[in-house]
């Protein structure tokens, strides 16, 4: 069920209308705004970057690589859920695969900034969505799964999201994540990108427990390309004046032909039930309470 933001109540069946308390959703920039005062703060990612990143995840080996293993996870740890919340939706590049691999589910997405709500609608128009804190969820015991791929480790309340998305999970639903991993590798790149940590797999796993999941599954992934981003995270290290947060998105043709095999084979690895024990990137898959 879905509850009011003011005062906690339930709200309606359709609308975002507080019958006890009067309150009614805004909107912002054509979305329904459950926080609009955060969309005006751009604290987790620089909207000015939706446009390029919109333009550079279809063809870029990482996002269709995640993507790949995001929906495998869905299909071998959730099959046949009726309906997914996706925190931190972006742009919308992982809406859009998981809603082909699952045209029965219905799809509902937030983000706190509404830019980036704008690209996600237009590639799948079918699915809800609405500019939201994800530190303060307005549903209850209302999704199958919730997924956040890449996104808690821009807020510094992580094990608030963490509760926040239990409670809006049915019992027994599953709760997928994708976070950055190693804190060693952290750069001027994780500065730039607005991240607050990289994870551990014990640190993970401990505010997985703390917020009421048990975890089914975690393994490191991005694994063949560590060497690769020790070296390129080192060579970063210092801050300078004209950092482009994208440029590791830009490389050609052949070489990201390349590194997306080596992230197939890896995936293949994982699919057989091999813990990758290091990586650039974690995929947990946690279960609330039945």
């Not at 939706?50 to 063809?59: H, S, V």
Request: glycine share 8%; hydrophobic share 45%.
């Amino acid at each position: 069920m879905r509850l009011c933001p003011d005062c906690g109540g339930v709200l309606a069946a359709a609308g975002w209308h507080c019958g006890s308390c009067g309150y009614q959703a805004p909107q912002r920039d054509g979305f329904v705004a459950l926080a609009p005062e955060l969309a005006q703060k751009a604290e987790g990612f620089d909207p000015a970057l939706f446009t390029e990143l919109a333009a550079l995840e279809a063809g870029n080996f990482w996002f269709r690589a995640r993507n790949r293993l995001i929906v495998w996870a869905l299909q071998r740890y959730a099959p046949g859920f009726g309906n997914l919340l996706e925190v931190g939706c972006g742009t919308g590049y992982v809406l859009q695969g998981i809603a082909a691999a699952f045209p029965q589910a219905r799809l509902v997405a937030s983000e706190a900034e509404t830019e980036g709500l704008r690209f996600a609608a237009q590639r799948v128009p079918a699915a809800e969505f609405l500019q939201m804190d994800a530190r303060r969820m307005p549903y209850e015991q209302e999704f199958d799964v919730i997924g956040a791929f890449d996104v808690i480790e821009h807020i510094g309340e992580d094990e608030t999201v963490l509760a926040q998305m239990r409670c809006a999970l049915r019992p027994g639903g599953s709760l997928l994540l994708t976070v950055p991993q190693h804190p060693f590798l952290w750069s001027e790149y994780d500065v730039r990108a607005h991240h607050v940590r990289r994870y551990t797999r014990s640190e993970l796993r401990q505010k997985l427990g703390r917020a009421g999941f048990s975890v089914v599954r975690m393994t490191s992934f991005v694994s063949v390309l560590l060497p690769l981003m020790m070296l390129s995270r080192m060579a970063r290290r210092a801050a300078a004046a004209d950092y482009d947060p994208l440029a590791e998105l830009r490389i050609g043709r052949v070489a990201n032909a390349v590194l997306e095999r080596a992230l197939d084979a890896e995936r293949l690895l994982i699919r057989a039930g091999l813990p990758l024990p290091c990586g650039g990137s974690l995929l947990a898959v946690a279960r609330a309470p039945a």
